[in-house]
Structure formats: structure tokens, C-alpha cells
């Protein structure tokens, strides 16, 4: 028990070193994830739709080395193809989001008064409901697929960036640059855009990284509820749920989609706790 | 007792945020494409019901009374009626309710039960292979789908091995148990990690506190030290956590029970979302955004009871 030394307080990985590893580690794994994504037709051994009646529920051998599902497709042809989509999804979801989340932040903390309240409120509002079941509630309205799961994810997801880039600014907006700038005859929406937002931005694009790991989750989520992708499009969310119903004599059709999500998420993971260590933003 | 004045005020302070989630649960609704009656009432209705629930909608009224209307509804516990069961939305969120409940708190239970421990043992290893371990199961375990480990998990522990149902709730305390111990497993494997990340840096932060050092220079043995000073201390931002996460935690109760089939709220929400059971979503919904607001108060005042210093 002596083994308890005092020593400076850092709640990563501790010192410099630890910190570039994961930032190593996950910036690798991502890459190649990105790097897959882009190659699926010259790296995918078949045709990710092509069934093979002659082959159906093939357990892994070395001409289907994760197997096939019960039309006879290849499963590692398939995770590969999805890698686009999941990747997309996570991805290309949070843009909106993430620039409408940073400048509502961005306006709210400085003008403050009836913006800001009325902005914190709608924050608050949306934060009560419970994030998964907002964005199944707006799907049901606006009816399954991947334009609504983009839509949806752009109501909901705003907020977390509002509100981080909200408290620097907030802090910002005294600064004795920011207050040199407007004594210069700077406009409001120069000195937001150009001193500001600049400084206050990294927080938001740290938990960017995390949030990749929440939208692939609740996309792959969403398409295994038949919320989002449509079958057959490969996509591992669909893989699984299709898989299911031979879970007794083929779990290879589940198993490896799944582990394929955990693995991007991972990358994205170690990203976010790698920048947040290298930039100090551990929360 | 001034510190539990909040338990007062905060009610009051929450109205306009209820109002919000009224409002948009109205929006929600409001937005279904096609006439509001034919949706409420499904394909079939004659011209006497259709006139009642144009009544008591006021949908022949302006938006903004439409909305009073609904508010009216709901103060009353009128939820309106489900197209596909037949019966008041009310009544079929009762029934519902005690399955979800009750993941819901296994789940917590287990999952806290393995993060403390992991945690613990992290925290007092810092820097050697135990704490690489945890940390490695903390950050991978952060991207697990719960749908996907609850598939797994039945593949091992209901198709091989046997040991548990592979859906259901049971009858009874005990069959309850028995049939929700691979949900609720689910749920603790995805929720431990984030409780374990957050549990050993606010451990390795009090760890690092003067009155620890002051401890130790008195000579009191490290073990004491640890779970009479450090631990106690560290139980606060665990529990604050807890309600943080809860909205995430519905989420992830309402796919688990998807892919468990529990009879719970969840599955009714996503059953009434393919069968465009609107009123039962909207009400779901409500009800999920009410439980989060419930937690969070209850949260607050749990750990103004634990923690004399914390005053809101």
C-alpha cells in the first residue's frame, strides 16, 4: 500500500509521454479505419450484395474469412462496405451540428441578456429528454432512413457544444485582447468570429472526437432498431439485426460487425482523451 | 436545514423547463404530416368519435389553443387513447412502467458494483499494469453497443452455457432476477466504464488532497487512509455522475430491452413508432424527460445530504 506516492495532479495518463501514445494509437487505428473506408472496392474480397445461394451461413474459412449470412454474402466484404457508412454517419452528422452548436455558444455567451437566457433555456429544454429517446421521437415523425437520422442528430446534438463554447467565451469576451480589439473600432462580429471564436473553439472540437464515438453508436443503434440505414445496404447496424435470427447456428453474422464498431470507436476514444491531454481540456 | 431550502425553490425554478417539454412534445406531434384526426384515430373512426377528439384536441382552433388544449389534456392525466391497444395511453404506461423501473436500478446496482472496485484498484496501482488494465477496459469499453453485447452475451450465457432466459420479465420478484440479470448486465457493461474513468480521476485527485497527506504524516495506516478519507470522498461525484448519465442511461434501456424483449417502456415506444401509434410516443417521451428532471432533483439533494459543505 506504500506504493501511493504524492505527486502533481494530472488526471491522464500522467506526463507527456502517456499523453502522445494514445493521441498515437488512436490517430492510427482511425486512419486506417478512414483509409478503409476509401479503398472498400479495391481491399473488399466480394461484392457486398452479391448472394451466393450455394454458400449460405459458411462459417469463417479462408474463402470467407469472417464467414457468410444466410443469402450467401461475404460478412468481411460487408463490414468493409459499411466502414462508408458508419463512418459517414458519424462523421457527417455532427457538421451541422458542431457549427450551429459553436455559434449559438458564440452569440449567447456574448451578448448575454434576453439571447442568452432564451438560448439556455432551449438548452435546457432539450437536455431533459434523454438524448436517444429525442432523436427515435423526431425519427418517428419524419419517418426511418439516413436523411432523418442526419436531421434528428443536428436537433439534438447542438447543445453540448453550445454550451462549451458558451463558458470560454464568456470568459473571453473580458479579455484584455478581446477588449483591445473593440477599442481598435472592431466590429461585434469581427472580434466574435476572428478573437474569440478561435480561442474558444478547442473544448468543442476535443469532444467532437468523443461525440464520433456517441453518433456511431447511436446510428449503428438506430439501423439495428430499423430506424435508419435500410437493408440491404451493408451497414453494421443492419448486419446485426439481420444476423439475429440465426444467432443459435451463425454467430459470426453478429459477432464481427460488432466488434468492427468497437474498434472504430476505440480510435476515436483514445483521439479524444489523447487531444484532451495534449491541450489540457480533461473535464 | 437552510441548505435543503432548494428542495423548495427548485420545483419553481423547473416549471419553465416542464413547459418547454410540453412544448416540444406538442411540436412533435404537430409535425406528422396528413390530418392530426386520421393519425389519432387510425384508419377507422366514425363521424361521432372523430367530432369528439376534434373537441378535445380543439383541433379546429388556432395553434396556440391547441397547445392549451393539450396542456389542459395533460394536467387532467389525459394522454389520449392508443390506436394499436385500444386502451388509455395512461393506463398502458402504468403497466409498463414496473419492468423498466426495475432494469433501470439492477443495471445501476451492477454496474456500480463492478466500477468501484476496478476503480479502487486502479487508483491505488496508478501507473502499474492493474491500472493499465481498467484503463484499457474504461476506454474501449466506452464504444461498446449495448445491442450488440446483449447479443453476445445471449449467444454465451443463454444459447451455450443456458443459464438465463433469453427474453421475458418473468412473474415475481425472483423470476424478475432471474430473466433481467443479462439486460441488466448489459446495461452495467456499458455504463461501468464511464464510471470507472470518472471515479478513479476524482480518487487520484483526492488521493493528492492536504488532509490525505496530513493522514499520512499522523502515520495512520494507508488502508484506513484509503477507504475512511479518499474513498468516502470520491462517493459524491459518483453519485452526481449517476444522474449526469441517466438520460443516456434511458437511451440505452430502451435498446436493451429491444433486443431482451422486455415488456418495458422502451419497446413500447419503439412498437408505437412502427405502428405510428403517435399519442404513445409523445406520452413515452414526456415521461422519459420527466424522469430525468426527477432524477437530477433527487441527485441534488442526495448529495447536499451526503456532503454538509455543498450548498445550492
Known sequence: MSAITPSPVTLGLGGRLGASKSLLWGGGLTLIWILLALTAPLVAPYDPTAQDLTATLRPPSLTHPLGTDNFGRDVLSRIIWGTRLDLAMGLLALVTPFVAGCLIGLISGYFGGIVDILLMRLLDVTMSFPFFVLVIAIISVLGPGLASFFIAVALVAWVSYARLVRSRVLVLKHADFVLAARSLGYGHLRVMLRHILPNAVLPAIVFAMSDVVITILLGSSLSYLGMGVQPPTPEWGVMIAEGQNFLATAWWICFFPGLAIVFVALGFSLLADGLAERFGTVE | ?312
Open chain 2, 1 to 312: 436545514m437552510d441548505r435543503f431550502r432548494f428542495v423548495l425553490y427548485r420545483p419553481l425554478q423547473l416549471v419553465p423547463v416542464l413547459f418547454g417539454i410540453s412544448l416540444v412534445s406538442f411540436v412533435l406531434v404537430q409535425s406528422i404530416p396528413g390530418d392530426p384526426v386520421r393519425i389519432l384515430l387510425g384508419v377507422r373512426g366514425t363521424a361521432e368519435v372523430i367530432a369528439k377528439v376534434r373537441a378535445q384536441y380543439g383541433l379546429d382552433e388556432p395553434v396556440l389553443v391547441q397547445y392549451f388544449y393539450f396542456l389542459k389534456n395533460l394536467a387532467e392525466g389525459e394522454f389520449g387513447r392508443s390506436i394499436i391497444y385500444k386502451t388509455p395511453v395512461l393506463s398502458l404506461i402504468s403497466t409498463r412502467i414496473a419492468p423498466t423501473l426495475f432494469l433501470l436500478c439492477y443495471g445501476v446496482l451492477m454496474a456500480v458494483t463492478i466500477a468501484v472496485p476496478l476503480a479502487v484498484t486502479a487508483s491505488i496501482n496508478r501507473g502499474r499494469w492493474l491500472d493499465a488494465l481498467v484503463r484499457s477496459y474504461s476506454t474501449a469499453g466506452l464504444g461498446l453497443p449495448a445491442f450488440w453485447l446483449g447479443i453476445v452475451l445471449i449467444i454465451v450465457f443463454s444459447l451455450r452455457l443456458g443459464w438465463f432466459p433469453v427474453s421475458g420479465y418473468g412473474r415475481g420478484f425472483f423470476e424478475h432476477l432471474h430473466h433481467l440479470f443479462l439486460p441488466a448486465f448489459t446495461i452495467a457493461l456499458a455504463l461501468s466504464p464511464v464510471l470507472i474513468r470518472n471515479l478513479r480521476a476524482s480518487l487520484l485527485v483526492e488521493l493528492e488532497a492536504d488532509h490525505i497527506t496530513a493522514a499520512r504524516s499522523r502515520g495512520l495506516p494507508e488502508r484506513r487512509i484509503f477507504f475512511r478519507h479518499v474513498f468516502r470522498n470520491s462517493l459524491i461525484p459518483t453519485i452526481t455522475l449517476l444522474g449526469v448519465n441517466i438520460g443516456w442511461l434511458i437511451g440505452g434501456t430502451v435498446v436493451v430491452e429491444q433486443v431482451f424483449s422486455v415488456p418495458g417502456l422502451g419497446s413500447l415506444m419503439v412498437g408505437s413508432i412502427f405502428a405510428r401509434d403517435y399519442l404513445v410516443v409523445q406520452a413515452v417521451t414526456l415521461i422519459f424527460a420527466c424522469g430525468v428532471i426527477l432524477t437530477n432533483f433527487l441527485v441534488d439533494v442526495v448529495s447536499v445530504a451526503l456532503d454538509p459543505r455543498i450548498v445550492l
